[in-house]
């Protein structure tokens, strides 16, 4: 759970800071950035669902890895801006992406026993990067770390209005 939490906080940090420079950043785009943030982690309903009852609920082959993916998440991100109105799709669209960019960057720094990392850039690629392997997705310290960035940043967007507000 510490990395769920420091996706979702990682997504506040940034969007807040767009708020900062950008009008149309507002609270409701921030909170658009942090559920963007949680997407590609959409694979974990997986363990409440399995592949096999998804696939005969929808009836057609389906699989929840593919929602760990570039692809996976653009697909997502796509239905999850028609729920908009159509004047907020290309700002909820940007902030979706905003927070899965941000998710994606994290994930890339992880440890993999391999080396790589998932096969994020799929369906461009099905091969995994070289990845640095910083830290494990057990790790709390980036939680901790991502916590006080976010506590900092809120600090600084009430001093200056952006989109927390009171300004």
């Given at each position: ?7 979702v ?67 997502v ?72 960035v ?18």
């Open positions: 759970m510490a990395d769920l939490l420091t996706h906080l990682s997504a506040y940090v940034l969007a807040t800071l767009l708020s900062l420079r950008d009008d149309r950043v507002t609270p409701a785009m921030v909170t658009a950035a942090m559920v963007g943030g949680l997407v590609p982690d959409l694979n974990r309903l997986g363990l409440l669902v399995p592949s096999s009852t998804a696939e005969s609920i929808l009836g057609v082959p389906f699989g929840w890895d593919a929602l760990l993916t570039v692809g996976g998440v653009a697909v991100i796509a239905l999850g801006t028609l729920l908009v109105p159509r004047q907020l799709r290309r700002t909820t669209a940007a902030m979706l992406s905003l927070g899965s960019l941000s998710h994606f960057v994290l994930d890339s720094l992880l440890l993999f026993p391999s080396g790589y990392t998932h096969p994020y850039l799929w369906p461009v690629t099905a091969a995994g990067l070289p990845g640095p392997n910083l830290f494990l997705s057990s790790a709390r310290w980036p939680a901790a770390v991502a916590v006080v976010a506590g900092s940043t809120w600090f600084v967007a009430r001093r200056h209005g952006g989109a927390d507000g009171s300004g």
